[in-house]
Each structure stands twice: as C-alpha cells, then as structure tokens.
T-cell receptor
Framework: AQRVTQPEKLLSVFKGAPVELKCNYSYSGSPELFWYVQYSRQRLQLLLR??SRESIKGFTADLNKGETSFHLKKPFAQEEDSAMYYCALSRSSGNTGKLIFGQGTTLQVKP | EAQVTQNPRYLITVTGKKLTVTCSQN?????MSWYRQDPGLGLRQIYY???????DKGDVPEGYKVSRKEKRNFPLILESPSPNQTSLYFC????????????FGDGTRLSIL
C-alpha cells in the first residue's frame, strides 16, 4: 500500500536552529516526492520536489531510497518558516493526478 | 495569472441541504482533484478527474459527487450534507498527471450543522 508518514505533528525550534522535518514513504515503485507548505490561512504551495534537487527558501530534501525517506532540512530556521508542511507522494506510473499526503507537521519557529 | 478559483470560501449550512462548491482553473490542466483537510489526517483525496467526462473515486468519496463537463471546471457536489463533512476543502489541478506539481485553490471551509 502507498503511504506517507510524517511522525511529528509539531516541531518547535528556536530561530537560527537547524530543522529537520521527517517523511517516510511506502511505495513499491519509483515515487515522485514533494514537499508542500501551507502558511497560516493560505493555500498549499509547492516547496520543492525531489526530481529537481533544488533549494527553495534554504530548504533541501534528499530522497533516500534505502531508508524510504524524504526528510526536509534547513540549517538555520527563520520565524517566517513557521507553517504546516506536508510531504506528498505521486506514483511514477499509471498517472492519475493523485497525490498521497502525509498527516502534516506544524513547524513553529520561536524568536 | 495562473490560478485555481474556488467558491464559496466559507459556507455554513444545515444537514440535508444540497450544496455545490465550484472550482475553476485557467491553466488548461487535464487533471483536477478535490481534497479535504482534517486535523491529524492531512489531506485526503475525494475525487479526481483526468479529463473531460473522466472522473474516479479517491480515498474518501462517500457522500460526494463530481462532474467534469468542461476542462476548466470541476464542481464538488454534496447531495445531502452531514456534519461529518464539516471540513476544509481544496481543489487542485495539474498538467500531465501526478508527476507535475499541483496548483491548489484557496480552500472552502464548510460547516454542516
């Protein structure tokens, strides 16, 4: 079964501290993985996707197929990073436009 | 401006009174989806559509209907709403299937009393 697990509901750090939001997935094929961010009372926005291997707003995420993980990292958290973060998986074949989301992690960056 | 537009943004209604939430996108995307967002459960897909007149159930389709008569529109219909459908709903669209990022609407907060 395809599943995305974000084990932490809430992650609270101080400004300037490193951040790692965990994401583990279960999928037998080669997945397409994304991180979406939702700032307070706003729509979900794409933060980054594994295939592009880019850094957005200082965040990076590396797909680790051995550990089936796609953790989101940032070396120095900023207060404006406070938001809800969702890890999501898409199948690499038989595209249906379906995204499977994790439960989400609220990141709280304290001053 | 590329966007997904949902209406209404907020609605309070009563059990059993049919309602429709509209969704429109201006990006000529083939794929459109509806999700509901509930605390502790993340986003769950209700229905999706791969093109005009092609729709299928997602993970939580019970109590919902959809239609895709035009490429740009994908309305969500609650024929007989119940309190357990109180939630925040998001419409999303994407080109060429799930391998491309999805564009989300602003959300519709439904309260069913």
């Amino acid at each position: 079964a395809q599943r995305v697990t974000q084990p932490e509901k809430l992650l609270s750090v101080f400004k300037g501290a490193p951040v790692e939001l965990k994401c583990n997935y279960s999928y037998s094929g080669s997945p397409e993985l994304f991180w979406y961010v939702q700032y307070s009372r706003q729509r979900l926005q794409l933060l980054l996707r594994h295939i592009s291997r880019e850094s957005i707003k200082g965040f990076t995420a590396d797909l680790n197929k051995g550990e089936t993980s796609f953790h989101l990292k940032k070396p120095f958290a900023q207060e404006e990073d406070s938001a809800m973060y969702y890890c999501a998986l898409s199948r690499s074949s038989g595209n249906t436009g379906k995204l499977i989301f994790g439960q989400g992690t609220t990141l709280q960056v304290k001053p | 401006e590329a966007q997904v537009t949902q209406n209404p943004r907020y609605l309070i209604t009563v059990t059993g009174k049919k309602l429709t939430v509209t969704c429109s996108q201006n990006m000529n995307h083939e794929y459109m989806s509806w999700y509901r967002q509930d605390p502790g459960l993340g986003l769950r897909q209700i229905y999706y559509s791969m093109n005009v007149e092609v729709t299928d159930k997602g993970d939580v389709p019970e109590g919902y209907k959809v239609s895709r008569k035009e490429k740009r529109n994908f309305p969500l219909i609650l024929e007989s709403p119940s309190p357990n459908q109180t939630s925040l709903y998001f419409c999303a669209s994407t080109a060429t299937g799930g391998r491309q990022p999805q564009h989300f609407g602003d959300g519709t907060r439904l309260s069913i009393l």
